[in-house]
C-alpha cells in the first residue's frame, strides 16, 4: 500500500507539471499572436505618420510615460493615414486621422486601448471636442514602453522634447502579462524608423520655384 501511495504520488505529480506546463504553453502560444497583432499594427501605423509644421502643432508628435501594476503604461499620439487599429466602419479608417495609443482599465485590469480623431485637431486642446470612444485593441497587451533614440548620446532615452517634430527611430515594447502572478510578462520590441522623420531635415521645395529658377 505504501508503495503503491507513493507510485500514485508521483505519478500525479508529473501529471501535474505536464498539465502546468501544456496551459503555459498555450498562454505563451497565445500572448504572442496578440502580442504580434499589436506590433504589426503599429509598425504600420508609425510608417504611415504624416507631419507638416505648423504653429498649433496640429500634427506633433507626443509621448506621455505611465506605470501600471508594475509595467510601463506609455502613451503615444501621432497623425497618420493608415487604417490600423481601426474598426472597418471607423469614419477615420480610410484617411489621415490623429491615433492615441495608451494602456486604461478594463474591468478591473490594465488593457491596450486606441482613441481617434480628425487629423487637424490638436490631441490636447480637442479630444473631448469630439467625444472620442475608446477602442479596446487588446486584453491581453497590458503594458506599452516607449524609448526615443538620442543619436547625440547614441543611447535609447525616455525623453522626448521637441514635441512639434517626429522622430526618426523609436523602441516599443509591447507586454503581454500571464494569469499566473509568478510568471513573467512576455515582452515583445521592435524598433522602427519613421519614414517621415528624414524629410523634415529636408528643406522642400515647391516645383513652380524650382522650373522658374532653371529657366532663369
Given at each position: 500500500m505504501v508503495i503503491m501511495v507513493i507510485a500514485m504520488s508521483i505519478a500525479f505529480q508529473a501529471f501535474s507539471g505536464t498539465i502546468r506546463g501544456w496551459k503555459r504553453g498555450m498562454e505563451v502560444m497565445e500572448g504572442i499572436k496578440h502580442g504580434d497583432f499589436a506590433m504589426t499594427q503599429l509598425v504600420s501605423s508609425l510608417n504611415s505618420t504624416i507631419y507638416f509644421s505648423n504653429q498649433r502643432k496640429v500634427y506633433a508628435f507626443t509621448i506621455e510615460k505611465g506605470s501600471n501594476n508594475g509595467?510601463?503604461?506609455?502613451?503615444?499620439?501621432?497623425?497618420?493615414?493608415?487604417?490600423?487599429?481601426?474598426?472597418?466602419?471607423?469614419p477615420f479608417a480610410n484617411g489621415p486621422h490623429r491615433i492615441n495609443l495608451f494602456i486604461d482599465d478594463d474591468d478591473g485590469a490594465p488593457a491596450l486601448f486606441a482613441t481617434a480623431m480628425p487629423a487637424v485637431a490638436n490631441s490636447e486642446d480637442e479630444e473631448d471636442t469630439y467625444d472620442t470612444e475608446?477602442?479596446?485593441?487588446?486584453?491581453?497587451?497590458?503594458?506599452?514602453?516607449?524609448?526615443?533614440w538620442d543619436a547625440d548620446a547614441e543611447d535609447w532615452t525616455e525623453e522626448w522634447e521637441p514635441e512639434n517634430s517626429v522622430p526618426e527611430r523609436i523602441m516599443i515594447s509591447a507586454f503581454v502579462a500571464s494569469e499566473d502572478p509568478d510568471e513573467e510578462p512576455i515582452q515583445f520590441s521592435r524598433m522602427i524608423e519613421i519614414p517621415v522623420a528624414a524629410s523634415i531635415k529636408e528643406k522642400l521645395t515647391s516645383p513652380t520655384l524650382q522650373s522658374s529658377q532653371n529657366s532663369r
Open positions: 509595467l510601463p503604461a506609455d502613451s503615444i499620439s501621432f497623425v497618420t493615414s493608415s487604417g490600423a487599429f481601426m474598426p472597418h466602419d471607423s475608446p477602442i479596446l485593441i487588446s486584453r491581453e497587451v497590458q503594458g506599452l514602453e516607449i524609448l526615443i
